[in-house]
């Protein structure tokens, strides 16, 4: 008797689960019809999300704010924050990490998409993956894997093309997290430290074109490269709003500039404050993108204005002249760039030789089909760029490098 009850309660308890599914899926439709009407003709419906390999369990979320989740739950995404943005190696918790950056491009992108009535879904999505792949120690410590990658025969490291292969192909052993193509192409083509007034989406692509644009990107890391949805160009100009004056405040907390230092015609224009930059240009993006609709003939961008882009363009080079380029940002590289030789080193010979002395993985533990594609430096390179500053700067002191300190 005990266990035919357990079992009638049971039996109910799966019927109440499968009827609240329902419910929910019933809720989901109700979400896409409101979509339809909220949103601009020309922005990505949920309902439009492609998926290199469809999912037969049918889940209530909505593709765009599954893409976010399943953004944020990875391992990739936890190491965020412990990742240079600009300035590292610095005892001030104010001063900016990855983690913060991305949110910040995800907050400011979605206000533009609000108003420009596009999906903030994606927007989301996009943002908080856009620079996943960045190696320890920012775009410094990418220039210095991308070298010993071509000295080792492999494609040069780029951080937009590893935050693609983190969520495509790495994470989950290799299985990746199945992320729809308007995302993975936001994140590839977000490219926001190239400098346009103006982008305009390109459209109509599908997985076997993105795969083309990711190995032409591989071969050429100058290639201009658009994305498809106007979301994506949204987070690509959202990328330089969230940095500009955000780098301009941490220089002036470290005592690198001063804010009298900016140039003139930008803080006249633009503000002399990160909320004033922010607020600006923010604004004339939302005031002077078009989105087009459906009877519209004009090809649509998201973009600026004349004088503020080139006042925009006016503060990236002071930005890279006074703060990029100070000799207290650059100190610690030499350090810095011979524990990345040191390390690589190290575990190229670690995994030519197959040794089993060294207590870490190197991405063996990875599907049957990664470790059949991957030469030695390839793992190397993915086992590295998935690396943490301070776990990095562990690594390299364990094998005996000199390591700089916190100032």
Same mark, same amino acid.
């Given at each position: ?15 109440? $689960? ?8 019933s ?5 896409? +019809? ?11 419906? %949920? ?8 999912? !037969? +369990?049918?889940?209530?979320? +909505? ?39 991305v +949110?910040?491009?995800?907050?400011? $992108? ?12 994606l #927007?989301?999505?996009i ?13 410094d ?10 000295q ?10 590893q ?19 308007q ?17 305009s ?24 490269l ?11 100009? $959202? ?22 230092d900016?140039? /003139? ?20 993006? #939302? ?6 609709d ?14 503020i882009?080139?006042?925009l ?15 207290k ?12 030789? %040191?390390?690589?080193a190290?575990?190229?010979?670690h995994?030519?030789?197959?040794? /089993?002395?060294?207590a ?7 599907? !049957? ?5 991957h030469?030695? $430096?390839?793992?190397v ?27």
């Amino acid at each position: 008797m005990f266990f035919f009850v357990k079992s009638l309660l049971n039996f109910t308890d799966k019927m109440q $689960a499968a009827r609240s599914h329902t419910n929910l899926l019933s809720i989901l439709d109700h979400l896409h +019809q409101l979509e339809e009407s909220r949103l601009s003709f020309s922005a990505s419906g %949920s309902t439009e999300a492609l998926r290199r390999k469809e999912e !037969s +369990q049918p889940g209530y979320r +909505q593709a765009f704010a599954l893409d976010a989740d399943r953004i944020i739950h990875s391992r990739a995404y936890t190491r965020y924050i412990d990742k240079t943005q600009v300035f590292c190696l610095v005892s001030n918790d104010h001063i900016t990490h990855r983690v913060l950056h991305v +949110q910040l491009v995800s907050r400011i $992108a979605r206000t533009i998409g609000r108003f420009l009535q596009l999906n903030e879904d994606l #927007i989301e999505a996009i943002a908080l993956g856009h620079d996943i792949g960045h190696a320890p120690f920012g775009h410094d410590g990418e220039k210095f894997l991308a070298e010993l990658c071509l000295q080792n025969n492999t494609p040069p490291f780029q951080h937009n093309i590893q935050s693609v292969r983190f969520l495509d192909h790495l994470e989950r052993k290799g299985k990746g997290w199945n992320l729809s193509l308007q995302t993975l192409d936001g994140i590839l083509c977000h490219d926001g430290e190239v400098h346009a007034n103006r982008i305009s989406p390109n459209p109509n692509k599908d997985f076997t074109v993105h795969d083309l644009e990711l190995s032409e990107k591989q071969n050429n890391a100058t290639a201009k490269l658009a994305p498809m949805t106007y979301e994506g160009c949204v987070v690509r100009m $959202a990328d330089t709003v969230a940095y500009i004056g955000r780098d301009i405040e941490d220089a002036i907390l470290l005592g690198l500039i001063k804010r009298e230092d900016t140039p /003139a015609s930008c803080r006249e224009l633009l503000g002399s404050s990160n909320g004033e930059i922010v607020y600006t240009l923010v604004t004339d993006l #939302i005031g002077n993108s078009l989105i087009p609709d459906k009877d519209d003939t004009e090809t649509g961008h998201i973009g600026f204005s004349e004088p503020i882009a080139e006042q925009l363009e006016i503060l990236k080079t002071f930005n890279y002249t006074n703060i990029y380029l100070h000799p207290k940002t650059k100190e610690n590289l030499p350090l810095i760039k011979n524990c990345y030789q %040191s390390l690589f080193a190290h575990y190229l010979l670690h995994l030519q030789n197959n040794s /089993a002395t060294q207590a870490i993985d190197l991405m063996t533990d990875m599907n !049957s089909k990664y470790l059949a594609s991957h030469p030695p $430096a390839a793992m190397v390179c993915d086992y590295i760029a998935g690396m943490t500053d301070d776990f990095f700067l562990k690594q390299a002191s364990a094998i005996g490098c000199k390591v700089p300190k916190k100032r």
